[in-house]
């Protein structure tokens, strides 16, 4: 129990020196007290960076910072017109929630179990062990290619431009988006205490916004709001006129999913958690709890103020069409600020775990160039893992036309997002049954985990489930995004295949990990290439 001792009280282990190679500490086997996870162990894993530096409330925040985007303030439209009822939709906005919920109780069991940076990279290591490191590299391409925050950088944008009463061309939004991920990357690499206090501060505004709107819907329920003639319209008939296809309720879940995104966000960064299992244990179910309750309670206070027609043709601004009706076409542009600043707050947190998922990437040396790529240079902060988040943003930024080509791209992560999922779900059920005596600081009850595990499959079979008309939400193929998404998955076993089968074999080498420790103490592997004997 030692090692589970030391992980919990959140000890980081003594330093090595440059250039001393380690040894691999990853079998398991049953009465371990821990899963073994990739080519590193856990106290190689744990080494450089900034340290144990996050408690609890910046761990909630978080949490709530990457969940609390735009979503909540523009998806509700939507869904109110696939659902096509407020009954309908509020039963989605929940079973989206308790579909959230069960994903958070797999990941703490995980978590807590291998509470090391990396999230579902460190899972699917410790369940498909086999061909060797073929899942984590499937898991690098996707996370790599697809994890840019172009699309919280142009809502930055255009709300800004709103905010400002002016009217900006393609060009100048595409400016200050490119603006905002530059200033975020420099201040994640230069100032990394900064960047965790900004992260902190908007997720506060986040929730004092969310907080506003609820109290203003209670406020129109009371019948103090002159404007909204009756506020219990919505709630007569609440369930006439709800779809009849499957496909509607689908794409609505899928929005409703994309919006409750992020409960997931602090097994990224568990490195620098402090006291790791007891700080996730008690921050990632509050960091849901207050979404959760706020996102039900506004969507409330939306119907309250409008009817499903008025919400259904409000189009992405939901939020403003409800402070324009209740407060007047001032509130619009104020409501524009607030949403600006909860995207800028989205991709700040976002930058600021997917660079250490990148950083975990690089260490289990399985993206060309490790050593640069994990390196803490020059403040301890994952500057070349912010680099290469910045890479894709900016191309999708500059390169990709507004319009149905860019909702394109910034749908393909949602399919292979569930595929990993899926795997991560099931891996869970495996590692019940092929290391049962692993110590298990929390426990997730079976059958929520299978529940999990149902709705996963039930995204991977929805998406080819053919719409009313056949015309998704743009005017490429409904089913293209998904199939492109599992062609990005294929791209990562194509290059396991290359650098792990093929050139060796055309080449006859073969290849060597060799653990190296880097000046700032981390620990990277790198694989060497040995000549075959004859």
């Not at 407020?86 to 989206?96: D, E, F, K, R």
């Not at 919920?101 to 899972?123: I, Q």
């Not at 898991?139 to 790599?144: D, E, G, H, L, Y």
């Not at 929805?462 to 492109?484: E, M, N």
């Amino acid at each position: 129990m030692a090692e589970i001792t030391q992980r919990e009280a959140g000890q980081t282990p003594p330093p090595l020196k440059v250039g001393e190679k380690t040894g691999s500490l990853n079998e398991v086997h049953d009465g371990d007290t821990t899963a073994g996870v990739g080519e590193l162990s856990f106290e190689e894993s744990t080494r450089g960076g900034l340290g144990r530096h996050l408690g609890v409330f910046s761990t909630i925040f978080l949490i709530i910072g990457r969940i609390i985007g735009t979503g909540i303030f523009s998806t509700p439209s939507s869904v109110t017109t696939s659902a096509g009822s407020v009954g309908a939709a509020l039963l989605l906005w929940t079973l989206g929630l308790l579909l959230a919920s069960a994903g958070l109780c797999v990941w703490l069991e995980l978590g807590c179990m291998m509470p090391r940076s990396g999230g579902e990279k460190v899972y699917l290591e410790a369940v498909y062990r086999e061909p060797k490191l073929l899942i984590t590299v499937i898991f690098a391409v996707q996370a790599v290619a697809l994890g840019f925050t172009a699309q919280g950088c142009i809502v930055f944008a255009s709300n800004v431009v709103v905010a400002a009463g002016k009217k900006a061309t393609e060009w100048e939004e595409r400016g200050i988006a490119i603006a905002v991920i530059v200033f975020i990357t420099l201040l994640h690499t230069f100032l990394p205490g900064w960047g965790v206090r900004g992260m902190n501060f908007i997720g506060v505004i986040k929730v004092i916004v969310l907080l506003f709107i609820v109290i203003t819907g209670w406020v129109v329920l009371s019948g103090r709001v002159s404007s909204v003639k009756d506020p219990y319209a919505s709630f007569y008939n609440s369930f006439a006129g709800s779809a009849t296809n499957s496909n509607l309720y689908a794409t609505a879940l899928f929005k409703v999913l994309n919006s409750y995104a992020g409960w997931s966000n602090a097994a990224y960064v568990l490195n620098e958690i402090k006291n790791p299992v007891r700080t996730l244990k008690i921050a990632a179910p509050i960091g849901l709890f207050i979404c959760g309750t706020l996102y039900l309670l506004a969507n409330v206070a939306y119907y309250a103020a409008a009817t499903p027609e008025e919400i259904a043709n409000s189009g992405v601004t939901v939020a403003s069409y409800f402070m324009g009706k209740v407060f007047g076409a001032a509130a619009k542009r104020a409501l524009s600020v607030l949403i600006a600043i909860s995207a800028f707050g989205n991709v700040l947190t976002v930058t600021f775990t997917q660079s250490r998922v990148n950083q975990e990437l690089a260490k289990e040396g399985v993206i060309p160039f490790p050593k640069f790529w994990a390196s803490n240079w020059p403040f301890g902060s994952p500057s070349a893992g912010l680099l290469l988040h910045f890479i894709p943003s900016f191309i999708i930024i500059v390169a990709i036309p507004f319009g149905d080509a860019y909702s394109f791209i910034l749908d393909l992560e949602g399919y292979p997002a569930s595929v990993i999922n899926f795997l991560v779900v099931a891996g869970l059920f495996y590692l019940r049954w092929s290391a049962k005596d692993v110590h298990r600081p929390f426990r997730v009850w079976w059958p929520v985990a299978f529940f999990f595990m149902i709705g996963q499959a039930f995204q991977l079979v929805a998406p080819f489930i053919r719409p009313p008309g056949g015309k998704g939400d743009t005017s490429l193929p409904y089913w293209l995004s998904s199939v492109v998404g599992i062609g990005v998955l294929f791209l990562g076993l194509v290059y396991w295949m290359f650098w792990q089968r093929v050139l060796p074999a055309i080449q006859n080498y073969y290849l060597v990990p060799e653990h190296t420790v880097l000046s700032d103490g981390t620990t990277v592997v790198v694989y060497q290439k040995y000549e075959k004997s004859e």
